[in-house]
């Protein structure tokens, strides 16, 4: 936000334009400061907490997926051993058929 200051000074430099280039231009000059007022009111009070609340999203959303790649791997190696346990049933079983 701009201080007293500033806006007083920024008060002055506005007479000025007006008394030069006329009350059309001192109008279009009020809008855009007013404009940039409310952009800076804006951005404070809505998008920087949008954005920060975003990026924590985000960085949650980064660990759950980190999580859930550990896990399928995990699931990955334990059906890597099931399946040899599977070929080691199977190839007790033949070797059962083929005796009898």
């Known amino acids: 936000m701009a201080t007293a200051d500033e806006k007083t000074g920024m008060l002055d430099v506005m007479l000025r334009i007006g008394e030069r280039l006329g009350v059309p231009l ?9 404009a940039r007022e409310a952009g800076i009111a804006i951005y404070g009070g809505a998008v920087k907490p949008l954005v920060q609340a975003h990026s924590a999203f985000l960085e949650s959303t980064q660990g759950t997926l980190r999580e859930i790649g550990q896990t399928q791997r995990k ?3 334990a059906m890597q ?4 346990g599977q070929r080691e049933i199977t ?5 059962e058929k083929g005796r009898n």
Request: charged share 15%; glycine share 0%.
């Open 26 to 34: 001192l109008l279009m000059a009020a809008l855009l400061y007013m």
């Open 75 to 77: 699931q990955a190696e």
């Open 81 to 84: 051993e099931l399946v040899i």
């Open 91 to 95: 190839a007790i079983i033949t070797d």
